[in-house]
């Protein structure tokens, strides 16, 4: 299968490299190119420019576009709102006009965040969403680009995200629970965590399998960042003094956040696909690999 990644030198797409690259003739596209892709397969591609994503699309002539550039911290979004529309809205749709033009199947990676956090249990496929900040609004309006424009689509819905090759808001709770510095830890914040080389393993399952649609993607369950931290203290054997229980208003983030926004991999789980670790196993597994963890 001859695929396109947009997004490799990401969190997600760096770990969707290495998963996909030695089972497919796999081309990377951006704006510089990691030092981790080879030359020979890279283009320079910046997706807000529509003639240009059409043509490196064609060029290579894919199977299957993997798309996960974004503009993806909501704080960044909502100081500059039409940037993230333009990466993330506009982008996606160019990408989609050319996947369109040359029929080639399309996996989107989408957000939590395109939901309200109203609801009192975990998000369905089937769930109406509801952004409430600037980045779920351009990620939504992502969505409905490919539903609008496509028919052989995957949108992989997924909710924060950890890995080894990039530091996340999990590196800072280990940072902390390490050198006992406080960190305020919100208690109505409350998603999902998916370990990206999770992700990267279920959307290579995925794609072989043509049977198109909406998935959430994350690993099984649910906590909030307070919950997270006094998890993450006790595996590393800390103690929890460091952690100050929070609400999302002492935190100051300029983009507001839904609050609880766990995705159920409904339609997943409901394919009988092979199950995806719960959260905690995930986290282990990281610590180890990172060498925090013995
Ligand atoms: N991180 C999370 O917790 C999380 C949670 C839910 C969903 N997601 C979604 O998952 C996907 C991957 O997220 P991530 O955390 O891996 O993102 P990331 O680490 O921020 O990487 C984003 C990638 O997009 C590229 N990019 C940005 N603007 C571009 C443009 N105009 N043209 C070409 N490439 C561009 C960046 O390349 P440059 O080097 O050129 O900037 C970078 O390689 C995104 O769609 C995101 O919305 C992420």
Redesign the pocket.
Known sequence: MRIVL????????KDLWLKLEPHSELWA????KPETIPASQWKS????DPELTIKTIQQINPDCVI???????PDQCEDNPDLGYK??AL?TRNIALACQKFDTELLY?????IFDGTKKTPYRENDSPNPINQYGFS?FWGENMIQTLLHRFYIVR????FGTL?P?YIDKVVASALKQEPLIAATDIVNSL?Y?KDLADAISFLIVKHLYGIYHIANEGFTSRYALSKTIASILKKKFDFIKKGNKNDLKLKAPRPGFTPLENFVWNLNEFPKIAPWEDALIRFLKEKGTLS
């Open positions: 947009t997004g490799a030198g990401g969190l997600v797409g596209v951006g704006r510089k591609l910046d997706i807000i798309h996960s550039a974004a503009l993806s911290n990466t993330n982008g990676i989408s957000s939590d965040q990620k997924t909710s924060l995200i990039r996340t998916t990206s």
